[in-house]
């Protein structure tokens, strides 16, 4: 047996971890606020709307969203995540315009005929308005007055 250590050199340390470097949340994938969207070292990737940068050069998402990459014109890459309210309202949006077109374009005939007809059978003078509403109206108000009326016989009973 050796009194004294070896003086070489180790042959362990280099069992380190991997870093897990890379993008975790992929352009359109659906994020909550605070994930993380991309693990980098260096700024590959740039913050954008609703993105912030760590210390580290991580990038997270701020609101809840849908992420999307994009590129700008020096090449550099942009990560941005759009909130979930205005890719909603744009979704219900083109559904109803498609259908609006759609239904649009055939009643307008129709109802240019609806019109026409009657215009032609209301040429009624107002004063004949005036009495039919007023007719109505107090045909209204009797039937209330005999319903009062019974009820209070029954109640006396």
């Known amino acids: 047996m050796a009194h004294k250590k070896g003086v070489g050199s180790s042959k362990n340390g280099r069992e ?12 359109g994938q659906q994020i909550t606020a605070g994930n993380i969207i991309v693990r980098q070292r260096g700024t590959k990737h740039n913050p954008g709307l ?7 050069d991580t990038l997270y998402a701020l609101i809840d969203g849908i992420v999307c990459f994009r590129k700008t014109r020096n090449n550099k890459s942009i990560v941005s995540v759009l909130p979930l309210s205005a890719i909603k309202t ?13 239904v649009a374009e055939e009643p307008k005939a129709e109802v240019k005929e609806a ?15 005036k009495a039919t509403a007023a007719k109505k109206t107090t045909a209204a108000k009797k ?3 005999k319903k009062t009326t019974a009820k209070k016989e029954t109640k006396a009973e």
């Open 90 to 102: 744009e979704k219900k949006e083109e559904p109803k315009k498609a259908e609006e077109k759609v």
């Open 16 to 27: 380190s971890h991997a870093q897990r470097l890379g993008v975790k949340i992929w352009g």
């Open 50 to 56: 609703g993105v912030a940068k760590g210390k580290d």
């Open 143 to 145: 039937p209330a007055a």
């Open 115 to 129: 019109k026409a007809a009657p215009k032609k059978a209301t040429a009624k003078p107002a004063a004949e308005k």
